[in-house]
């Protein structure tokens, strides 16, 4: 899944396999657009074990938005900051494709990166992996919309969202 | 949102509004088809809400698999059921958008309806309902496969299967 | 450990089983006295099951608030009303004792009552019962103080609050 | 709260401050004994905390099993590690004193030490601690069990599992 071993620190330079998520957006991407994730280790807790013996669906929500508020708080675009800032970024839509299971004892890894999008949206990827041998356990994105603390739609990233959303991507590479 | 008033307790004759899974796919779904649901009613809980005072996405995983297995248990489809048949269903998809935020004190309604497919998957649907007024709060989806209980895929329904699921698809009209 | 069956829709009268809970403030629960408990019924929910097959243990506090909130509720004293009034009655203490094991596809019956106390404080009893054999499954207790909405403590009841808890007591007839 | 300022990376030596979990077992700990702690790091996530704006109080339930599994696996005393021995640990008791909330973006310490017992039980003892400046947020006890894979109660301690409880309690210093 991951094409060479150059893993830095937080860096995963690796093939897209999100592939649903992002096809009708960026046609780079069929072509072998390498992404670079954001990374979070997390230990699979006993509680988020079900009676098959394998980490719940659900619990991968938690996850992905661990991974995505280790990543935001980094260019204060984490929850508290961007509120503080009198705006707030809620969920509108949410995917996940589950690959293989977790079990409990098991270190993951929760990978995440941002897409490039010309509308007032915010889009995460994200890649769950087994920390032991990198294999892709899930893969899902969330989006979000931009509001005021009333909760009105944003049709515009304000400027100074803008600037950290653009040092993110810098970041990101995407 | 609904068209007509004549709700029985468990069923509610209404336009689709999950949008994404059927609309671009199924254009008889524009000129009025109905779908029926199962319905399952919750309560808020207040470790649901988080600090923004509206439900956390995360719980409505937990809404929609409560919903379907309120569903399924009455076909002998629920995760116990199937498994001492030998088989388990495995979520390995899902969906989900939303619309508006549930907050707390307010009863929802989880709405189930399963779509017919040619392949050996189980595809689900959900609508989550503000109990009050009816107005739908989110929608999504979640696909399962069918494994014996080593995990192994199965391409086939079985039999024994196979007639629990018909009973379910008359049930639901669909 | 319930001593007629004389259950009203929501009521038990049955002896106190939270022995240690009880004894340093009230010398008649040692006599018998009974004890009347608003129920609650709940599902199990599968994701409330744990990998041992049996419901985590840590859920049970989320089934004791549920029951607190139901209860509660219909005094004014849930969390967002008393919050309109301008206090918060926040968790300060929780005793939690498991006696049976809860199971996926049970229905139970979270039982709550309250303590009738001298100083400001909030003292809730629960009880956990399989609703098909009224087994008690589990026993606990949670304490709260009163607080303003800046976290203050509040050292007396305020009269509003005061004229709540004691509609909620008779109700109870503690 | 905390005596001295000697902290090793997984050690606290302090002051007992779960009094009333201790007094009616060790007569030390009223002498001013020194319980060291393993600890395990935590950042809280976003999901847990409510809509008052602090960790709601269940979640430290999962957070005292997250620093006992990191603990007890270390000595091969983790759940999975004791099942394969045929044995189980099921939590009986529960308690937890709430001193201060903890916040979205804080980190957190848990720690957790257990109690030396003549009977064939487990009891933990844990404490929460606000990483920035070791406050202690909450304290906390579970009580276990020892079991069979049927449930069937043991009464004495099995020679195997009694030399890693040793080997672990030397390790704590207890």
């Not at 093939?15 to 997390?42: I, Q």
């Not at 009198?86 to 941002?114: D, H, R």
């Amino acid at each position: 899944m991951v094409q060479d071993g150059r893993f830095a620190r937080y860096w995963d330079f690796g093939f897209c396999v999100a592939k649903r998520s992002f096809d009708s957006n960026n046609v780079e991407l069929d072509r072998g657009c390498r992404l670079r994730y954001h990374e979070t280790p997390l230990q699979v807790r006993f509680y988020e074990v079900d009676s098959y013996g394998v980490v719940w669906h659900g619990h991968y929500v938690g996850w992905f938005e661990a991974g995505r508020n280790d990543l935001t708080q980094r260019f204060c675009m984490g929850p508290l900051q961007l509120k503080e800032t009198n705006y707030l970024a809620p969920v509108v839509e949410l995917n996940c494709e589950f690959k293989l299971p977790a079990t409990f004892g098991a270190s993951v890894i929760i990978q995440t990166t941002m897409e490039r999008t010309e509308v007032a949206k915010l889009i995460f990827h994200y890649r769950v992996l087994d920390q032991e041998n990198r294999k892709v356990l899930a893969t899902g994105s969330t989006t979000h919309v931009l509001t005021d603390l009333k909760g009105n739609l944003l049709y515009r990233v304000p400027q100074e969202v803008l600037e950290r959303i653009e040092a993110m991507q810098k970041y990101l590479g995407v």
